[in-house]
């Protein structure tokens, strides 16, 4: 906010704009100061603690001599991390299925299938499964005489049965066709929420007007529901670089090799299995550079679309 | 009303006050305080769940240190080996967890150092020259962190009928590399998977690692090694690396999704395969017998390479260790307890229940078992010694990620190497300091 004074304008009543411009914000400040002091001492203060750390050789508990950007060109040389910032790009790949899928399932039950609400809720079950928990269900399901191998085999699709989280070449494609299981029910409530606020006339009229399915969604649809459309994909997407964890730790433990590391994993491998902090805290804050430039994409996409 | 509402606040600010004092006083338990008179002994050990069989033993032997010593309490916390590194980490980290923990001596334990206090100044004459193994013990700083605590082996095991067979001499096999090559060539020709193994948890490469390494690093490599100044990019590593990986046709084909612990044995003892690796353990030994025949099984050192600096030996070295936390403060208590594990009485016990092969020279291992005596006698070889407490643990996981990767061909060698290189250096200030 200027407060620099407009030319003509007295100082009183700059004084008087300040004053009504701040007043709402002062009047509200006791009832939010305890949420912002606690957020500073339970968020904010051990994040910047930890981000400050990534300049140090970091021994809790030791001497931890201040290494400047050592860490930082530790990662960006290891071989490991680069492998990780492809696996990262490599399951940014399934942004469009975890989109789209639950996408048009909502736009289907929205528009044409009886009982839609049951559908809706066997749907969403996967979704209050913990990616941990979804992690250790699926280990014995993928192994390579589990379950799905064991049914292909038995169907006489032997030659389909693989090794789905021991093959390098398959375990990001498998991670990401269980995160879009996982994930689709959590996207068609939200959307068919977001298709709710569409108005009736809107479709009604697209109909009168001849109108194809494809139209409809192409022009009435989507258009309708594009900010509810970017939100997601921004939670899809941050969810690769930040929600990772718990799948991957039960379920591949980053492997084969570092085939399906993501770098949160990382993060707690260089951290507290290597006990090298300085390194976990130096890639936290890569981590935080890739989060912000995310939301700063999806941002400057936001604007674009709510402009066109 | 005012009066009502300050006897309120006055009430929650003594509760408040006894809450605060309850749980510094909780957190003050075991041997961080002397306040108590019966102290408690936390213990977080992994070498119990090495086999079926030692969680009674740990259990057994903690009651008769109570028993010999009943202002102590111990508070056994089995955790599993793959969990204890993090574990402890994160307990180094706070400064607050176990008083006694297993960790493995040598550079492995030195990764810990900033939790461990050293323990040479503990040691006795008498203990010295008791417990076998110390001379490995310590870190490149050159304290003990932790003191090795009983011992084992690498053998390999074989089926004697399929020897057999494929036309082998059952009571001749082989010594030499070329001889165990030539040997997995004629079980594979008679349709029999010569080697037991799995990949998966990546285990089974560096049971094999160690034995080849031993042979392949001359002594002063050894020594180089174990106080961390020789790298994992190395020719003696390329070259041992590249030995285990031609092995590969000599395996079952889904050896790659299999786990050594313990498919591998599995495999074994129902007669799928012809030898299997295996180190730790006689109870795994008893288990073979009784699966196959107690003639039907033999076992052989694992064969010289070419280039081998030494004549024919095993790998033998610590089971686990025993190290103490900084934090504890009656560390007397703590020295206690080990010293008590390293005891005649203790190893007598952990050999007669679980043929835990102990290190303290003066427990006698009476045997009738024909493979026990020759895995004893090997293992008191004086030329038999290992190079693995050279590892950080936390560089020997990168190796088991790879491990199915590099036997199937899909990850080179030398990228692996390369990767254990990078950490080990990454860590080298944290361990030498």
Not at chain 1, 123 to 128: E, N
Not at chain 2, 61 to 67: K, M, N, Q, V
Not at chain 2, 231 to 259: C, H, Q, V
Not at chain 2, 312 to 320: K, M, R, T
């Amino acid at each position: 906010m200027s407060v620099t004074a407009a030319p003509g304008r007295t100082g009183g009543e700059l004084w008087g704009r300040v004053r009504a411009r701040t007043q709402p914000v002062l009047a509200a400040l006791p009832y939010v100061a305890p949420l912002i002091v606690a957020a500073a001492l339970v968020v904010l203060a051990p994040a910047l603690w930890g981000l400050s750390r990534s300049v140090f050789n970091w021994q809790p508990g030791s001497a931890s001599p201040y290494v400047g950007f050592d860490n930082f060109r530790l990662l960006a040389d290891s071989t490991t991390f680069r492998t990780i910032l492809v696996n990262e790009g490599v399951y940014l790949l399934g942004l469009p299925i975890w989109t789209i899928l639950p996408l048009l399932i909502s736009v289907f039950l929205f528009t044409r299938v009886r009982f839609a609400g049951l559908i809706r809720t066997l749907i969403f079950l996967p979704a209050v499964v913990s990616p941990a928990l979804l992690g250790i269900m699926f280990t014995p399901i993928l192994a390579p005489s589990g379950l799905v191998n064991t049914t292909l085999r038995s169907a006489g699709a032997g030659g389909l049965a693989h090794a789905w989280v021991d093959d390098p070449s398959l375990v990001k494609p498998t991670i990401i066709v269980l995160l879009a299981w996982a994930n689709v029910g959590l996207g068609v409530a939200i959307f068919t929420a977001a298709l709710t606020s569409i108005q009736p006339e809107f479709l009604d009229a697209a109909a009168v007007s001849g109108a194809t399915s494809w139209q409809r969604i192409r022009y009435v649809i989507l258009p309708g529901i594009r900010r509810t459309l970017i939100l997601w994909m921004t939670f899809q997407a941050l969810g690769v670089f930040l929600w990772l964890f718990g799948l991957i730790f039960a379920l591949t433990a980053g492997g084969p090799g570092n085939s399906s590391t993501s770098i949160d994993y990382d993060i707690f491998t260089n951290t507290i299995t290597n006990g090298i902090f300085g390194v976990g805290a130096a890639e936290s804050v890569y981590l935080l550079g890739m989060v912000i430039a995310i939301a700063v994409i999806a941002w400057v996409i936001g604007r674009q679309w709510s402009h066109d | 009303m005012r009066m009502q509402l300050n006897a309120k606040v006055f009430a929650v600010a003594v509760l408040s006050c006894a809450l605060v004092i309850a749980a510094a006083a909780g957190s003050a338990s075991g041997l961080g305080s002397r306040s108590s008179k019966k102290q408690t002994i936390t213990v977080w050990q992994f070498w119990s769940g090495f086999a079926v069989g030692l969680g009674p033993l740990q259990k057994k032997l903690d009651a008769e240190f109570e028993a010999r010593n009943p202002q102590y309490t111990v508070n056994d916390v089995p955790i599993s080996f793959t969990q204890m590194g993090t574990k402890l980490t994160a307990a180094i980290a706070a400064s607050s967890g176990p008083n006694v923990v297993s960790v493995f001596p040598g550079v492995a334990g030195a990764a810990y150092r900033n939790g461990l206090i050293p323990l040479q100044g503990f040691l006795k004459p008498a203990d010295r020259k008791n417990w076998r193994l110390l001379n490995i013990a310590a870190g490149p700083g050159g304290d003990i962190l932790a003191i090795p605590w009983t011992e084992y082996g690498y053998f390999v095991y074989y089926n004697k009928a399929l020897f057999k067979q494929a036309g082998l001499n059952a009571n001749n096999p082989p010594k030499t590399w070329a001889q165990f090559m030539a040997a997995c060539k004629a079980l594979k020709a008679h349709g029999i998977t010569a080697i037991s193994g799995g990949f998966k948890d990546g285990y089974e490469w560096e049971w094999w690692a160690y034995p080849l390494l031993d042979q392949l690093m001359s002594p002063s490599v050894t020594k180089r090694w174990l106080q961390y100044d020789y790298p994992i990019t190395s020719p003696e590593f390329t070259t041992a690396w590249t030995a285990i990986k031609n092995l590969a046709p000599y395996y079952a084909k889904d050896a790659f999704g299999l786990n050594l612990y313990n498919d591998a044995y599995n495999n074994f003892n129902s007669g799928k395969a012809a030898m299997v690796l295996d180190a730790p353990l006689l109870s795994n030994v008893v288990g073979a017998q009784k699966a196959l025949g107690t003639a039907n099984l033999g076992v052989f050192a694992v064969p010289r390479l070419p280039g081998s600096h030494y004549p024919p030996f095993v790998d033998a070295g610590p089971n686990s260790g025993w190290s103490i936390t900084k934090w504890t403060k009656d560390t007397a208590g703590a020295w206690a307890y080990i010293k008590w594990m390293e005891s005649k009485e203790a190893q007598s016990l952990a050999w007669s229940m679980a043929h835990l092969i102990p290190n303290n020279a003066q427990v006698a291992t009476p045997t009738s078992n024909a493979a026990f005596k020759s895995i004893l006698t090997a293992i008191k070889n004086p030329l038999s010694h290992t190079i693995y407490v050279g590892f950080p643990v936390s560089v020997l996981a990168i190796n088991e990620r790879y491990a199915g990767e590099m036997i199937t061909g899909k990850a080179s060698i030398d990228s692996v190497l390369k990767q254990m290189e990078q950490l080990r250096t990454t860590l080298k200030p944290k361990i030498v300091g």
